[in-house]
């Protein structure tokens, strides 16, 4: 006989850190245990719980993912032999892990909100580029992956984009029609709406998951995805349905051949941006010191009053104007004119 394991389950954060400790993606214990992966992320959060048998398997693999302390014995029998545990990941090799999981899915996504090949690609080496500085507040996160689709999708959706060389003519569109007719729909959009129909119907978010990294609230995320929804039916009719939304926008982002670099390349770029940006700040802070410093050496060491402008002399008098001659004035000129030509009378001195 078979013995079941059908306990009470353990609170929902220490389900979420038993499969995170085993390294297991929400993903890969959803298919074991036969359920979406929006299913066990509710389980995961507290907002369901399971029942019958999906209770009974949960809290099987749960106990699995258990390690019985000493002296305890495990719902199947005597405690098993502890493996040894694998030895701690280094940032480096963590975030390698991060990339290679989320990059390229992230890439194809990218894809669907800006129709630009090149530029997800960038974006989603930037977001991990600024993972990669931030590594330790990002390690920490609750949701590394979310963290970075976020950042790409920000760099992404940036009007800035339109007044780059590069980025001012269309790329090639998809070859078959209907994907170009989808992504022409979804390019239609705001990029507002873009983005929430592609988080809801590409990614899988949930509505709580879709207004928190939106920073919208849960009835302005969810009229956002109808309104969106609408706006993609009217151009595509037979995408009026959500789950064949969510396939064709799935085939769509896998029929692109998008790759990212290596992880090793991103965090070398990511390096040398940033020991540029450091000698740059370096630099600026050197030249405004020597700056200070030479206006400081030149500056005068004592007040000199300012010259005062120039202002008009009052006062003088007027210049007379020409009148007749009294006269005295008379007989002085005819006097001079009279020696003009022989000078004064010589004077001689006297003998006597």
């Known amino acids: 006989m078979t ?27 959803a298919e074991r245990l036969g359920v979406s992966r929006k299913t066990l992320r509710a389980w995961e959060r507290g907002r369901s719980t399971p029942g019958g048998p999906r209770h009974e398997a949960y809290a099987r693999l749960l ?11 495990s719902p199947a029998g005597p405690p098993a032999p502890r493996s040894p545990e694998p030895p701690p990941l ?5 975030f390698d ?3 290679a999981f989320c990059a390229p899915a992230l890439v194809r996504q990218t894809y669907l909100l800006t129709g630009r090949r090149e530029l997800a690609r960038e974006a989603v080496e930037r977001a991990f580029q600024l993972a990669w500085q931030r590594w ?17 999708y920000e760099y992404a959706l940036s009007p800035w984009h339109r007044f780059r060389p590069r980025y001012r003519n269309p790329e090639p569109p998809p070859g078959d029609p209907a994907d170009r007719a989808l992504l022409d729909a979804l390019l239609s959009l705001p990029p507002s709406y873009r983005r929430t129909l592609v988080l809801y119907d590409g990614v899988g978010l949930d509505l709580p998951e879709l207004a928190a990294e939106t920073e919208a609230s849960t009835p302005a995320a969810a009229g956002r995805v109808t309104r969106a929804r609408e706006a993609v039916a009217a151009c595509v009719p037979e995408l009026a349905d959500p789950a064949a939304l969510h396939r064709r926008l799935t085939e769509l982002a896998s029929t692109e051949r998008l790759r990212a670099n290596a992880p090793t390349t991103v965090r070398t770029v990511g390096e040398r941006r940033n ?20 206006t400081l ?3 005068p060491t004592h007040y000199e009053a300012p010259i ?9 008098p007027v210049a007379p104007a020409m009148g007749p001659l009294s006269k005295a004035e008379q007989d002085l000129r005819a006097k001079l004119r009279r020696e003009q030509a022989n000078g004064p009378d010589r004077l001689a001195p006297d003998p006597g």
Do not use: C, K, M, N
Not at 90 to 94: E, G, H, R, V
Not at 278 to 290: K, P, S
């Open 3 to 29: 013995q079941t394991y059908a306990g009470p389950l353990p609170p929902p954060d220490e389900r979420r850190r038993l499969r995170e400790r085993h390294a297991l993606t929400q993903a890969q214990v």
């Open 63 to 73: 106990a699995e993912l258990t390690e019985p302390t000493a002296g305890q014995a």
């Open 90 to 94: 280094t940032p480096d090799q963590a």
């Open 97 to 99: 892990a991060l990339y």
């Open 136 to 152: 330790p507040e990002v390690a920490r996160d609750r949701d590394p992956g979310g963290w970075v689709r976020a950042t790409a």
């Open 275 to 294: 020991v540029f940006w450091t000698r740059a700040a370096i630099a600026f802070t050197v030249a405004i010191i020597g700056a200070t410093g030479l």
């Open 297 to 299: 050496r030149s500056a």
């Open 308 to 316: 005062a402008p120039a202002q008009a002399v009052r006062g003088v």
